[in-house]
């Protein structure tokens, strides 16, 4: 065999080990997604819990940790995909669109029962367009084979600093799913999970486990007289021993309201089969809160104060919805925007983001709140150690 020939022969050969060793090792890893729910860990896992080194970093990139990320999206709203794309592009990640879904498309033979829609067909074609998207959602993970995705409805909102929130609770959804210290799972976010619920407007503490992930003296936390939620149905934070500073992490038996929430792939199989399987219709939200409660295989992992909420712009109000059908005499002008429950809104501080100016106290919503000192403190806990 001529030199040359040689040269070629061992180099491709050398390429081929590594590339095989490298898909091996991608194939084992990749097979973490797959694993089966798992019951609260026999272990004491809040002893010395640490995180594995690097295992956070993808937390930050341009898909915030997760395979996709994606954002819900009525045609007609250009003008919400308009405000969410910059609100995204100057936190530093992307979405893909996934159409939303007007009710009235959406055939009765189709749904999985009659049983519970509402009464007047606005109503039933609001809840069944939502449903419907949703459920499109799940349908997407599950044909792009995704191991995970995260989803946000366009008139979501956000803090600035949530890339730095979201490493926080990756470390809190690593440990309430049971990842060994210094473990590095698939996912930043840990590899027992069906759904974790980043914005909500109702969440509970599943009965019974006692494990907590706790984030501390957080600046990002709003002040109990800024915090709405659209039932009584919330961890009650003064009973827990948390103070007004205090963000925790938790597996969840219920929630309210999509703001934003991600899926596992296994997590959005359930879903799907779940929702489209139904004795009785529920809007989307309720259908999940009922499979965090009821289904002992579908893990929810939850966190309040929530980090992602709705945004009301300022204007007419008939503008923040894509489905009520308002009397316009009860359309009004709403003189300044607003997000419930975030601190340092992304929205009401784009033109400080456009100008690349410095984050400060006049950020806040709130800015007569009294500053924290010092960075974040986490800490864990199992009640039953």
């Given at each position: 065999?001529?030199?040359?020939?040689?040269?070629?022969?061992?180099?491709?050969?050398?390429?081929?080990?590594?590339?095989?060793?490298?898909?091996?090792?991608?194939?084992?890893?990749?097979?973490?997604?797959?694993?089966?729910?798992?019951?609260?860990?026999?272990?004491?896992?809040?002893l010395?819990?640490?995180p594995?080194?690097?295992?956070?970093?993808?937390v930050?990139?341009?898909?915030?940790?997760?395979?996709?990320?994606?954002?819900?999206?009525?045609?007609?709203?250009?003008?919400?995909?308009?405000?969410?794309s910059?609100a995204?592009?100057?936190?530093?990640?992307?979405?893909?669109?996934?159409?939303?879904?007007?009710?009235?498309?959406?055939?009765?033979?189709?749904?999985?029962?009659?049983?519970?829609l509402?009464?007047?067909?606005?109503?039933?074609?609001?809840?069944?367009?939502?449903?419907?998207?949703?459920?499109?959602?799940?349908?997407?993970?599950?044909?792009?084979?995704?191991?995970?995705?995260?989803?946000?409805?366009?008139?979501?909102?956000?803090?600035?600093?949530?890339?730095?929130?979201?490493?926080?609770?990756?470390?809190?959804?690593?440990?309430?799913?049971?990842?060994?210290?210094?473990?590095?799972p698939?996912?930043?976010?840990?590899?027992?999970?069906?759904?974790?619920?980043?914005?909500?407007?109702s969440?509970?503490?599943?009965?019974?486990?006692?494990?907590?992930?706790?984030?501390?003296?957080?600046?990002?936390?709003?002040?109990?007289?800024?915090?709405?939620?659209?039932?009584?149905?919330?961890?009650?934070?003064?009973?827990?021993?948390?103070?007004?500073?205090?963000?925790?992490?938790?597996?969840?038996?219920?929630?309210?309201?999509?703001?934003?929430?991600?899926?596992?792939?296994?997590?959005?199989k359930?879903?799907?089969?779940?929702?489209?399987?139904?004795?009785?219709?529920?809007?989307?939200?309720?259908?999940?809160?009922?499979?965090?409660?009821?289904?002992?295989?579908?893990?929810?992992?939850?966190?309040?104060?929530q980090?992602?909420?709705?945004?009301?712009?300022?204007?007419?109000?008939?503008?923040?919805?894509?489905?009520?059908?308002?009397?316009?005499?009860?359309?009004?002008?709403?003189?300044?925007?607003?997000?419930?429950?975030?601190?340092?809104?992304?929205?009401?501080?784009?033109?400080?983001?456009?100008?690349?100016?410095?984050?400060?106290?006049?950020?806040?919503?709130?800015?007569?709140?009294p500053?924290?000192?010092?960075?974040?403190?986490?800490?864990?806990?199992?009640?039953?150690?």
């Amino acid at each position: 065999m001529p030199r040359s020939s040689r040269l070629l022969f061992f180099t491709f050969l050398v390429i081929l080990i590594i590339y095989s060793s490298l898909h091996i090792g991608d194939t084992d890893r990749g097979l973490s997604q797959l694993r089966p729910h798992q019951d609260q860990p026999k272990q004491d896992p809040s002893l010395d819990f640490t995180p594995a080194p690097g295992g956070l970093k993808d937390v930050h990139n341009s898909t915030l940790g997760f395979q996709k990320v994606f954002v819900l999206n009525l045609p007609e709203r250009p003008d919400k995909l308009d405000a969410f794309s910059l609100a995204s592009s100057l936190t530093g990640f992307s979405a893909d669109i996934i159409q939303g879904v007007k009710g009235k498309d959406v055939a009765n033979k189709t749904l999985p029962s009659l049983e519970g829609l509402p009464k007047t067909q606005v109503d039933r074609d609001n809840v069944v367009g939502r449903w419907r998207a949703h459920l499109n959602f799940a349908r997407t993970v599950i044909n792009q084979n995704l191991h995970s995705a995260l989803v946000f409805e366009d008139d979501a909102d956000w803090d600035v600093h949530l890339k730095n929130q979201l490493s926080l609770f990756a470390q809190g959804t690593q440990y309430v799913t049971g990842t060994p210290s210094n473990k590095r799972p698939f996912s930043p976010y840990g590899d027992d999970w069906d759904l974790l619920w980043l914005g909500h407007c109702s969440s509970q503490i599943k009965s019974g486990d006692q494990r907590r992930y706790i984030v501390e003296n957080d600046e990002t936390v709003p002040d109990p007289d800024h915090r709405i939620n659209f039932s009584n149905e919330v961890p009650d934070m003064a009973a827990e021993g948390f103070d007004n500073t205090t963000r925790v992490i938790y597996e969840a038996a219920y929630g309210l309201c999509t703001y934003a929430y991600a899926l596992s792939g296994r997590g959005a199989k359930k879903l799907l089969r779940g929702q489209s399987n139904t004795q009785t219709f529920l809007p989307i939200d309720l259908g999940m809160g009922q499979m965090c409660r009821e289904d002992p295989s579908f893990k929810c992992i939850g966190v309040f104060p929530q980090m992602i909420d709705s945004h009301k712009a300022a204007g007419r109000t008939s503008r923040d919805s894509d489905t009520d059908m308002p009397d316009p005499k009860q359309d009004h002008i709403r003189e300044k925007a607003f997000t419930l429950n975030v601190v340092y809104s992304t929205r009401l501080n784009i033109d400080r983001l456009l100008k690349g100016n410095k984050v400060d106290q006049q950020w806040r919503q709130w800015p007569d709140a009294p500053a924290l000192e010092g960075p974040a403190r986490t800490r864990t806990m199992n009640r039953q150690s």
